[in-house]
């Protein structure tokens, strides 16, 4: 069954104006309109200005927001994207049959060119006193109230462009997403890394464990997937001897929606030969606290009721410390049937997996100290069984060269020493595809190919992914990532006029 939207919310009185309007022979919907000024170049150029009216004529267009209707004169609240002004129309001004049509069928939402004379009013409000008023485009649906807003949650993610419209919150957070994105271009392509796009269709999914979407293509008559992750076609340019890459990706997985996930999403990969995981983490922190400092004007910026502070250097600390000092666990000094104890003791679900005291390592770390890890913290040195593509350790037995950043609880980059080594990647690989052909969804694909390319020699390399939209939500302070993802995905099935724009569902 087709659950798609189908609604409208046309305002049928708006759809009877607009009708009047076209049998009358008004030109409507003009392809284009000379704006000669932004309202905030306006702003700027007559903020010294006094009350007598400037001589100097002004020309600028922009949605109405309100309308307050005095008799023979109008004030009304005109916005472009950088801002808002007064406008002051007088019926003397304009004329009978000007003024009769903006009161007739000039409403609030409509977008508007005028032009007219800047002036200061009585309580100091910079003004436009309009002399000509062009309507450029009728809207049909009309705007939530003011007083209320755009209020409803649901509504706000599944209709952005009104979010957009009436929420100065809504703009201001998705600003600094596009400047933040700029300034992660900007820091690496000034270190001479080189920014490639990479293949989103992949006959062969990897680069992370995660379940992917599936697709299938006529022509070739087989299976393919949405990209998890850029990792492995990243590293083939490494082999192909580009030695500083990235990539801004937007990635897929088949996975749970919540506040801290959604099945498409952004995130920048980049790697660097001849580095390490030490080097990684040191890139991470250089990026993260120039992208804080540079947004916020501080290393210290609020999120959900706790001040952050990224100032340099950040905490670093082994996962075996972290589960020691977080979880009060000596992980290594216990037996595995110990281990299972305490795992049951505490109530941890799926601990009947694990057999070895690495994995154990991992639960624990999860569950207990992920959590707790709300200022910029690095857990480095991850187990080899949860870390396919990171380099064995070059001293501990066991383990890989691996970070993760956590900040607020959250992942917020992952980072690894590359594994460069053919048959240890293969061997780990088929570990995988073991796993997956046993039901595991998340577990990777056996990649030939990318075996084939690090049988040419990839050099020493350093990797990390960092989450954009995490990051995006860190220097916004919002916690749910919907809030900075412009259109999240939701579930299908919602009718446009079934949600009150005034109540907020929470």
């Given at each position: ?356 005291w690495r994995e154990f390592l991992v639960l624990f770390f999860e569950n207990f100290v992920e959590d707790k890890l709300i200022q910029p913290t690095f857990i480095y040195d991850f187990p080899v069984e949860n870390s396919p593509l990171a380099k064995k350790h070059r001293e501990k037995e066991g383990f890989t060269e691996r970070f993760e950043l956590f900040i607020c609880g959250m992942e917020i980059a992952n980072g690894f020493s590359e594994l460069n080594d053919p048959l240890d990647q293969l061997a780990r690989f088929q570990r995988q595809d073991e796993r997956r052909k046993a039901g595991d969804l998340e577990a990777q694909m056996l990649d030939y190919d990318f075996i084939n390319a690090l049988g040419y020699g990839m050099p020493p390399t350093g990797g990390v992914g960092l989450g954009i939209d995490r990051l995006v939500m860190l220097v ?31």
């Open positions: 069954m087709d659950t798609r939207e189908t609604s409208l919310e046309f305002d049928q009185h708006r759809v009877e104006e607009l009708s009047e309007l076209r049998t009358a022979g008004y030109a409507l919907y003009p392809p284009a309109f000379d704006r000669k000024d932004t309202i905030p170049d306006i702003l700027d150029r007559f903020c010294q200005s006094g009350h007598e009216r400037s001589e100097e004529r002004v020309t600028t267009a922009g949605r109405l927001y309100t309308v307050r209707n005095h008799g023979k004169t109008i004030f009304a609240d005109l916005g472009d994207e950088g801002g808002k002004i007064q406008l002051y129309i007088r019926k003397n001004d304009i004329g009978d049959e000007a003024f009769g049509f903006f009161t007739r069928y000039i409403e609030r939402g409509d977008i508007i060119g005028v032009s007219g004379h800047p002036f200061r009013t009585k309580v100091g409000e910079l003004t436009i006193w309009v002399d000509e008023i062009t309507l450029l485009t009728k809207a049909l649906n009309s705007l939530p109230e003011k007083f209320h807003g755009l209020t409803n949650v649901e509504k706000r993610y599944r209709q952005r462009y009104v979010d957009l419209i009436v929420n100065d919150e809504s703009r201001e957070t998705f600003r600094k997403r596009s400047r933040l994105i700029s300034a992660v271009r900007a820091y690496l392509t000034d270190r001479d890394f080189l920014e490639f796009e990479t293949p989103v269709l992949q006959p062969v999914y990897g680069g992370a464990n995660a379940r992917p979407f599936t697709t299938f293509h006529h022509a070739l008559g087989q299976n393919l997937f949405m990209r998890i992750a850029p990792e492995l076609y990243l590293k083939r340019l490494v082999v192909g001897g580009f030695e500083k890459v990235f990539e801004l990706a937007r990635n897929f997985r088949n996975e749970d929606i919540d506040t801290r996930h959604n099945p498409e999403f952004s995130m920048v990969e980049i790697y660097e030969a001849y580095r390490d995981y030490t080097d990684m983490m040191a890139l991470t922190e250089g990026i993260i606290t120039h992208l804080v400092n540079s947004l916020s004007g501080s290393y210290q910026i609020p999120f959900s009721g706790v001040t952050l502070d990224f100032t340099p250097p950040w905490r670093a600390l082994t996962m075996e410390d972290a589960v020691r000092e977080y979880a009060g666990i000596d992980v290594q000094s216990c037996s595995i049937p110990e281990l299972r104890q305490v795992a049951e003791k505490r109530g941890i679900d799926g601990y009947e997996g694990a057999a070895s916004t302070n919002n916690t749910s990532i919907k809030e900075v993802i412009l259109f999240p995905q939701m579930k299908a099935g919602y009718e446009g006029t079934g949600l009150s724009r005034d109540t907020d569902t929470g």
